[in-house]
């Protein structure tokens, strides 16, 4: 199996078995920035067991670390209105969530602590607003990682080596990908 069918693979397996997505159901997408070549697939893979609409909300932290240079800590910690109302409004007409991570462990090491904090502040109450609809309202929710080579050769050190494999043909008989 090549690395493009094991992503489909593992789209397959996240909008089915992790996400259970049920026909006429929108889908609402946080993807990391670097998940921008995976998350049509999962998309597609939404809409082929029937979800209504896919949307997603692409999380460009390296664009909010260059904001929190120029913006104050109390203007990155706000939630804007529109931000609110975009997912409650996709919630309320029983979406289930998604939140596609990335790998970049070392993307923040240059901001200040301030700054990194009021960033992940922001990001973090933007989250609340889907852990509120997974409480309330028992949406289901999956949190999963961006599928690339590095972390898959790795699992049990995650993203304590972000390097390529020697053999990255090798993960083709890891259980998960296996034929």
């Excluded at 026909?23 to 067991?49: M, N």
């Excluded at 700054?115 to 999963?144: G, P, T, Y």
């Amino acid at each position: 199996m090549n690395w493009e069918a094991m992503k489909r693979k593992y789209a397959y397996t996240l909008a089915r078995v992790g996400l259970n997505v049920q026909p006429g159901q929108p889908v609402l997408v946080e993807a990391a920035i670097e998940g921008a070549s995976f998350t049509p697939i999962f998309a597609e893979e939404c809409y082929k067991l029937g979800a209504s609409n896919v949307i997603v909300h692409y999380l460009d932290e390296p664009n909010m670390k260059i904001a929190a240079k120029y913006r104050s800590d109390a203007d990155i910690r706000r939630v804007e209105d529109w931000e609110r109302a975009q997912n409650e409004m996709y919630l309320e007409q029983g979406a289930c969530y998604v939140r596609l991570e990335g790998v970049n462990p070392k993307l923040m090491e240059d901001v200040p602590e301030a700054h990194a904090n009021a960033i992940f502040a922001h990001i973090d109450e933007v989250r609340n607003i889907m852990r509120k609809a997974s409480r309330e309202k028992h949406c289901q929710w999956l949190i999963a990682m961006i599928p690339n080579i590095a972390v898959l050769s790795c699992p049990s050190q995650g993203c304590a080596r972000a390097s390529r494999p020697k053999n990255p043909r090798a993960l083709l008989s890891m259980p998960m990908f296996g034929s």
